[in-house]
């Protein structure tokens, strides 16, 4: 196989990672475990807490969503991003403006606590 | 160079498909759990989506339209309605000041004002219907007039 190939393949699945990243995905590997029962365990405590204000939470840890059945034969916890709806856009974007915590971006799955709209910013 | 997803599916799909445009996504990390959801209740409360209850004592769901801003838009009927014509008299007062120097200036935060109080309220009334009439004001006497608002001075 030629070198053009090889770098159509690599570029398109996006498994050409530099040795730096290489080194800090073993690095983080270490540690998964450990951060995904936290951030599952914190995103329990967020979803339970805007659940019992009444807003509509969408996570597979809480009793009331849907194929919650077919999720728990399918993954031990149950993830670390939710969603919630609050009736009017407007109100959201200032929710999604007025966190100092949660930082505005479109990513998930790092050690720090993100808020965004999907359908306005993804 | 951003690639979007969600944004970049028309409106009409995205609402076939579920995608509420109200959706917020929140992606949970490390951080203390009581600091995350006290950012998000403090978030929650400035954007009027949640009000204290003192009945309750707790956080409960405002409802849309329901905070003290949204009922005085409605009064002031800025959605096209036409407003209800007032015409009773406001009786107002305020302590006579003058800006010395620099009022412009402490709108864009620039410098301090210079102002001075008068020894002296003015009250004012203002009257729809052009005419100031009211028991009230007989202890004062007409200084000048501004559109409907009289200026009035205490004997």
Not at chain 2, 22 to 48: Q, Y
Request: net charge neutral; hydrophobic share 40%.
């Amino acid at each position: 196989m030629c070198v053009q190939q090889l770098a159509f393949t690599i570029n398109s699945v996006g498994n050409a990672l530099t040795p730096g990243d290489s080194f800090l995905l073993l690095r983080g590997i270490k540690t998964l475990a450990v951060r995904m029962d936290r951030q599952q365990a914190n995103a329990q405590i967020v979803a339970s807490y805007l659940h019992s204000l009444g807003f509509l939470v969408h996570y597979p840890g809480l009793p009331d969503h849907p194929g919650r059945e077919i999720h728990q034969r399918l993954a031990e916890g149950n993830g670390a991003v939710l969603s919630f709806e609050t009736g009017s856009k407007e109100l959201s974007e200032k929710i999604v403006g007025g966190t100092r915590l949660w930082g505005i971006s479109v990513s998930f799955g790092c050690v720090n606590s993100l808020i965004s709209m999907p359908c306005v910013m993804s | 160079m951003f690639i979007f997803s969600h944004a970049s599916i028309d409106p009409a799909t995205r609402a076939a498909r579920g995608l509420p445009e109200d959706l917020i996504r929140l992606c949970v990390g490390i951080e203390d759990a009581t600091d995350l959801v006290d950012d998000l209740e403090a978030a929650l409360r400035e954007a009027g989506a949640i009000k204290y209850s003192t009945a309750e004592n707790k956080f409960i769901l405002a409802r849309h339209g329901d905070d003290p801003i949204s009922r005085a838009v409605q009064k002031l009927a800025l959605d096209g309605e036409k407003p209800v014509p007032d015409n009773s008299e406001w009786f107002v007062s305020a302590p006579g000041k003058v800006i010395l120097f620099g009022e412009h200036a402490v709108v864009h935060g620039v410098v301090r004002a210079l102002h001075s109080a008068f020894n002296e309220t003015k009250f004012g009334v203002d009257c729809s219907s052009g005419i100031c009439r009211s028991a009230m004001l007989r202890s004062y006497q007409f200084a000048s007039r501004w559109k409907n608002i009289c200026i009035l001075r205490r004997h």
